[in-house]
Each structure stands twice: as C-alpha cells, then as structure tokens.
C-alpha cells in the first residue's frame, strides 16, 4: 500500500513502545555501553543489559593479530547472536566499527560504525550507522622527539596509542599507553627490543581508547533509536524508515527536474505498507546541481 503525505512512521512514548521495559543484551568490551544505554532507555523505555561475558576480540582486532572473518555488518550481528545466547533475552545488540580512506577523495582516514539490533520474537532485524573523518594515524621513527609530536597531534593522552618495535606487523604489541609517562617508558622499552632501532606507533581503535569513534557510535545508535522509534501505522511494527528515494527536484533557476531528491519513500520492514513523503528542508535544487543550467 502506497500512501502519499509528510508525516513519517507512527512515533510513540516510551511507556507503549514496542519494547518498553524489556532488557536488551549488548556484548562489548569497550565502554560502548555507556553511549548505547541512556539514548535507549530515554528513546523507549528498555535496559541495555550489559554482556562481558565473551572476548570480542576473537571476532577481529584494530590491531591485526585477529582478523575480522566476513563483513562488518555480519560481525555486528554475530556480536549481537553471542549477546543473546549468554543472556537468554530474545533482544540484542551488536556494534562493529570500521576504518578507511574517505569516500570523496580518498585521502582522509574515514570510520563507518554499524549498529545492529535483533529481535528474535518479531524475526527483526533494523540496523543503525554513522559514519565520518576518524582519528586513525600511524607513525614510524626512532626518535623519542617526533613520537611526542606525533602523540600530541593525534590528541593522546585521550587518544590512546598502540606501540609496536620494528614494523606495522611486528607482533610484540603493547596496548593501552594512556599516559605520557607510560608513553615515554614503553617507547623507550620497545625501541631497545627493535632490531632496527624503529619503533611503530598507531592510534589505539578500540572505542573506549578512541574519542573520535566513540562519537561515532554515539550517533550510530541514535540513527537506531530514530528507527526503532518510528513505527508502521499499519502494524506497529519498529523500523518504519526510509526504503527508496525519489529524484527529480525541480531547479531553483529553469524549473526542469535534476537527480537531487524531490522525495522519500519510508516502508515498513515487515507488511508491505508504504508513504511517500516530500523532502520537507527544500522545494528547489540549487542551479549547480541541475544538468541543463551546469552541465
């Protein structure tokens, strides 16, 4: 069913959404929780139970020495499936980050953060994302001086860092440098085990060590709790979001239509319920975007 219209998916209080007082498995090791939970309970009323119970770190690591076996989005949901077994809850969330170079030029460090929410009693799954610049830098010296520069511009002490002798791929890795007195005693250490004198220092990617992709978690699970908290108005069901997109905006300058996004299409991800709902923040493209008057 297709209805056309501006209003998005039924929004209701936490005290009658779907999942008001239920508890929610989270499996992690990084302090996620800690951005994860209060944005939930205050979107819909559930508790995110915190799982500790098994070493995510088996799945893959930042570091190298584990690598992660199949997408991002499968390890997220493995996150969530181990979250769910350990507890016995029919409801689990996983999170699983990723790093790259940036998707317009290529040159930046880029970081995607996947959020995952299970629904084993619905057979549902709604996944959360956000994605943007990361804190994810690397620097290979022997000199103590340019280690400090490099600390410092990467924002340690809040950035931790990960130290390493020799080489990227030396696997005597040293973890959790949180100070600059820690820091200048473990490089000395490692470059004194350094066959070539090298010592390699890499941001720390792990959540809890990484404020720039706590951020970014952060904003994933909003993206998830905006999900979660819009539902069908035809069944009720959670994840009432946008499914497909409609070009054609009309140009600010000829009027013809341009590629830029006129409309949404937000649909239910369980009965076929559908509503096209207009771009609401603008009625015109801007002329640099429109084929005939900047082609």
């Given at each position: 069913m297709t209805v056309a219209g501006k209003q998005p998916g039924a929004a209701r209080v936490p005290g009658c959404h779907p999942y008001a007082g239920a508890e929610v498995a989270l499996l992690t090791r990084h302090g996620k929780e800690r951005v994860i939970a209060p944005v939930l309970a205050?979107?819909?009323?559930?508790?995110?139970?915190?799982?500790?119970?098994?070493?995510?770190?088996?799945?893959?690591?930042?570091?190298?020495?584990?690598?992660?076996?199949?997408?991002?989005?499968?390890?997220?949901?493995?996150?969530?499936?181990?979250?769910?077994?350990?507890?016995?809850?029919?409801?689990?969330?996983?999170?699983?980050?990723?790093?790259?170079?940036?998707?317009?030029?290529?040159?930046?460090?880029?970081?995607?953060?996947?959020?995952?929410?299970?629904?084993?009693?619905?057979?549902?799954?709604?996944?959360?994302?956000?994605?943007?610049?990361?804190?994810?830098?690397?620097?290979l010296t022997s000199e103590w001086t340019a280690a400090k520069v490099f600390a410092a511009r990467v924002g340690f002490p809040e950035q931790q860092l990960v130290i390493r002798p020799e080489d990227e791929n030396d696997v005597r890795i040293r973890k959790g440098i949180a100070s600059w007195q820690a820091l200048e005693s473990t490089f000395a250490r490692v470059r004194g085990d350094s066959a070539n004198g090298r010592v390699f220092l890499e941001t720390d990617g792990r959540a809890c060590a990484n404020p720039k992709r706590m951020a970014n978690i952060s904003r994933a699970n909003q993206d998830l709790a905006n999900k979660l908290g819009s539902l069908c108005p035809a069944c009720g069901m959670p994840g009432f979001w946008v499914v497909d997109c409609i070009a054609g905006l009309p140009c600010e300058g000829c009027g013809l239509p341009t590629r830029q996004v006129r409309a949404e299409i937000r649909g239910c991800l369980k009965c076929d319920f559908r509503i096209t709902q207009a771009v609401a923040d603008r009625e015109h493209a801007n002329a640099g975007h429109c084929d005939y008057c900047n082609p």
């Open positions: 205050e979107a819909m009323g559930c508790r995110v139970r915190h799982v500790a119970g098994h070493d995510t770190d088996l799945l893959g690591t930042f570091t190298r020495e584990v690598s992660r076996p199949g997408t991002q989005l499968e390890a997220a949901r493995k996150k969530a499936r181990i979250g769910m077994e350990l507890t016995g809850l029919p409801y689990g969330m996983g999170s699983e980050g990723s790093f790259g170079p940036d998707p317009y030029l290529g040159l930046a460090s880029w970081n995607v953060e996947l959020i995952v929410f299970i629904d084993a009693s619905r057979d549902l799954e709604v996944v959360g994302m956000a994605q943007g610049a990361a804190n994810f830098n690397h620097l």
